[in-house]
Antibody, heavy 119, light 107 residues
Framework: EVQLLESGGGLVQSGGSLRLSCVAS????????MSWVRQAPGKGLEWVST???????YYADSVKGRFTISRDSSKSALTLQMNSLRAEDTAVYYC?????????????WGQGALVTVSS | EIVLTQSPGTLSLSPGERATLSCRAS???????LTWYQQKPGQAPRLLIY???SRATGIPDRFSGSGSGTDFTLTISRLEPEDFAVYYC?????????FGQGTKVEI
């Protein structure tokens, strides 16, 4: 059974930093792309970042230069380092596994970690 | 960046009725990279349809996806009580993933 467990959310002041972690189990972690998707309170879904199996990384324009995605395959862990946080970064952050067929969808999701940025 | 526009914003229907949800892209999207999700309050999204028309594992056959180019449709043939939720389309293109704003299916 695929499981994704996020941690590291919390309250941080504007301009501050926070590090989210996601520990995966139930699949061959190093073989799949892994992503972060966020959802602001009462809003829709927004893709944040993806780490491909070959080490390539992708970022939404809204976070480029401020957020860094990384992975440790030995620990089946995905991390999102978030710097220079802004009020508009307040959201539930989901860790997601990219799909097995096309790699361009998200077939499993974690329960989410709430990040609140106070101004 | 490709923008996905979903309509209607809210769909008010009764159990047993048919639901038709639309997702329109600002430019052509590869059918291989058009996906639909369901999200219930307080829960993470769930993958329903990938590749525009392929059901994900465990998804009932009352859910179907169709379309190509810039116009895609999610159809729920007969609504069950557990189908009342928000539905999102999503696409991949130019190294970016984008979501539509969602359609709420309410009783």
């Amino acid at each position: 059974e695929v499981q994704l467990l996020e941690s590291g959310g919390g309250l941080v002041q504007s301009g501050g930093s926070l590090r989210l972690s996601c520990v995966a189990s139930g699949f061959a972690f190093s073989s799949y792309s892994m992503s972060w998707v966020r959802q602001a309170p009462g809003k829709g879904l927004e893709w944040v970042s993806t780490f491909g199996p070959s080490g390539n990384t992708y970022y939404a324009d809204s976070v480029k230069g401020r957020f860094t995605i990384s992975r440790d395959s030995s620990k089946s862990a995905l991390t999102l380092q978030m710097n220079s946080l802004r009020a508009e970064d307040t959201a539930v952050y989901y860790c997601a596994k990219n799909g097995a067929v096309t790699d361009k969808d998200f077939d499993y999701w974690g329960q989410g970690a709430l990040v609140t940025v106070s101004s | 960046e490709i923008v996905l526009t979903q309509s209607p914003g809210t769909l008010s229907l009764s159990p047993g009725e048919r639901a038709t949800l639309s997702c329109r892209a600002s430019q052509s999207v590869s059918s291989s990279y058009l996906t639909w999700y369901q999200q219930k309050p307080g829960q993470a999204p769930r993958l329903l349809i990938y590749g525009a028309s392929s059901r994900a594992t465990g998804i009932p056959d009352r859910f179907s996806g169709s379309g190509s180019g810039t116009d895609f449709t999610l159809t729920i043939s007969r609504l069950e009580p557990e189908d009342f939720a928000v539905y999102y389309c999503q696409q991949f293109g130019s190294s970016r993933w984008t979501f539509g704003q969602g359609t709420k299916v309410e009783i």
